[in-house]
């Protein structure tokens, strides 16, 4: 990719994303700015990348800007880098809860703007990124970038009113998905097996699921009914799980995510 890419951030995520599509951009290409410099220095190091030492020299000198700060750092971030961002420049942010129209009220003369909201699975390359733009945005531009963060997994487009959706479903289900795989684990080590062999096979059933509800045509809800025969084994789980609200559990974890996302544009 013929461009040079500034990264606005250097946090865990930005690490992530260095990994999963520096290879694409070139690292050479890439530079970061970063509020406490040691960080930045140290992806520098790890990547072979360049630092800024100030916004106004990542805005002067890229191409591309990524916006990878926290959601209440936003504002002072783009008051600061306003002024030195052409028109012709492209700002994707993965601010999670900020809008595009938000963003476009800094700049005097907006630059094209896009949303992205990745995932922690980019890091093996299984991650799955959200894509939205600004009207200002060509639809040749607009796949570049959905095309782009797909290299690291699936990339879809997404309409802007459901980015909170999306952050509190993909951007925090990991988590969600994380906590499911360690109980299910528990649950062996409750009944005698070891926790290295537990977490093993927990992790490679889900990833399993996973695999066969993408590449199936299949609904979830038959392939359950695939696996859980009369009086058996499955069943038995399946119905503990009803009796304790399960699926209400998990709607209320990405109710209450979404809502928070919602929160954090205030």
Same mark, same amino acid.
């Given at each position: 990719?013929?461009?040079?890419?500034?990264?606005?951030?250097?946090?865990?995520?930005?690490?992530?994303?260095l990994k999963a599509i520096g290879p694409t951009l070139g690292f050479? @290409?890439?530079?970061?700015? @970063?509020?406490?410099?040691?960080?930045?220095?140290?992806?520098?190091?790890?990547?072979?990348?360049?630092?800024?030492? @100030?916004?106004?020299?990542?805005?002067?000198?890229?191409?591309?800007?990524?916006?990878?700060?926290?959601?209440?750092?936003?504002?002072?971030?783009?008051?600061?880098?306003?002024?030195?961002?052409?028109?012709?420049?492209?700002l994707v942010s993965m601010a999670a809860g900020v809008r595009t129209?938000?963003?476009?009220?800094?700049?005097?003369?907006?630059?094209?703007?896009?949303?992205?909201?990745? @995932?922690?699975?980019?890091?093996?390359?299984?991650?799955?990124?959200?894509?939205?733009?600004?009207?200002?945005?060509?639809?040749?531009?607009?796949?570049?970038?959905?095309?782009?963060?797909?290299?690291?997994?699936?990339?879809?487009?997404?309409?802007?009113?459901?980015?909170?959706?999306?952050?509190?479903?993909?951007?925090?289900?990991?988590?969600?998905?994380?906590?499911?795989?360690?109980?299910?684990?528990?649950?062996?080590?409750?009944?005698?097996?070891?926790?290295?062999?537990?977490?093993?096979?927990?992790?490679?059933?889900?990833?399993?699921?996973?695999?066969?509800?993408?590449?199936?045509?299949?609904?979830?809800?038959?392939?359950?009914?695939?696996?859980?025969?009369?009086?058996?084994?499955?069943?038995?789980?399946?119905?503990?799980?009803?009796?304790?609200?399960?699926?209400?559990?998990?709607?209320?974890?990405?109710?209450?995510?979404?809502?928070?996302?919602?929160?954090?544009?205030?």
């Open positions: 990719m013929d461009r040079r890419i500034g990264f606005i951030g250097a946090g865990r995520i930005v690490e992530v994303m050479a @290409n890439i530079v970061v700015w @970063n509020r406490t410099r040691a960080r930045a220095d140290k992806l520098a190091a790890e990547f072979g990348i360049k630092v800024a030492d @100030n916004l106004a020299e990542l805005a002067e000198g890229c191409d591309w800007l990524l916006l990878a700060v926290k959601p209440h750092a936003v504002a002072e971030v783009l008051q600061a880098l306003a002024p030195h961002v052409h028109e012709d420049r492209v129209d938000k963003i476009k009220g800094y700049f005097p003369k907006p630059p094209r703007i896009l949303r992205i909201m990745p @995932n922690l699975p980019m890091s093996v390359g299984i991650g799955m990124t959200a894509v939205c733009a600004d009207a200002a945005v060509s639809p040749a531009l607009l796949e570049e970038v959905r095309s782009l963060f797909a290299v690291a997994g699936r990339a879809s487009l997404v309409e802007e009113r459901l980015f909170d959706t999306v952050t509190a479903l993909s951007g925090s289900g990991p988590a969600f998905a994380f906590l499911f795989i360690e109980s299910l684990a528990d649950g062996a080590v409750l009944n005698g097996m070891g926790r290295e062999l537990a977490y093993e096979f927990a992790a490679q059933t889900v990833l399993g699921a996973a695999r066969i509800i993408l590449d199936s045509d299949k609904h979830p809800g038959e392939l359950k009914d695939i696996v859980a025969s009369p009086a058996g084994t499955t069943m038995a789980g399946i119905h503990s799980l009803e009796r304790n609200a399960f699926r209400s559990i998990v709607m209320d974890a990405v109710d209450a995510a979404a809502k928070r996302s919602r929160e954090l544009a205030h």
